[in-house]
């Protein structure tokens, strides 16, 4: 390889600047096809459930985060759907946490990623009587095709009853991601 | 009644276990309320609406 080409196919302008600052700088590009990322163009989002989420016995329920901390690719919806859905096709990595609180009375409960409207992925825990301080997680990497694509997190529990989540602050109940390779 | 104690009803045989595998209910917080979004019981039919009602 000797040579690098650049090309354009419309209109506009691409500019490749120098660091700000002296001396030399090497940056190379590996020996691969692909579309080269840039902050600019890798969705991260953050979001928290800061009103509680009642969930009723067996009953798998949306939860809504409706707090965002952060959302650079303005993908998060956290008005109507609660759900990520990036316009950029790539690998994304999904993760979040339901906070419980008094685990006395469950069985089973349970965080649980939906794609595109089915389960994906499940992180469950069984408490015993005496936890009093229940969290479950869940995380995947998962492939979105930047278009119809999108996640959203379910809660479920199995006490008997409706139960809410606890906390409402970015601390507790929280469901983040960020894209982590292109598609 | 919310929903998995109706279909309890409707089928004492069934245990919790039954709603962490072959019975999915869900509420997709839209306001339109809990629904069975899958039922793969390898012996009990899906319960009817009117069953449920």
Known sequence: MSSIVISGDTSGTLTLAAPAVSGTNTATLPAATGTVMVSGNMPAFSAYVNSAVSITNSVYTKITFQAEEFDTASAYDNVTNYRFQPLVAGYYQINSSIYWGNGSSLTSVRSTIYKNGSIYKIGAVTPNSTIMDITTLVNCVVYLNGSTDYVEIYGFQNSGGTLTTQGTTSAYSWFNGSMVRSA | ?53
């Open chain 2, 1 to 53: 009644m919310n929903l998995a104690e109706k279909i309890m009803a409707l089928y004492p045989s069934l245990t919790q276990q039954d709603f962490l595998t072959v019975i999915t209910l869900q509420n997709d917080s839209d306001g339109k309320g809990d629904y069975i979004a899958k039922w793969e019981h390898p012996t009990l039919a899906k319960p009817t609406d009117e069953e449920l009602a």
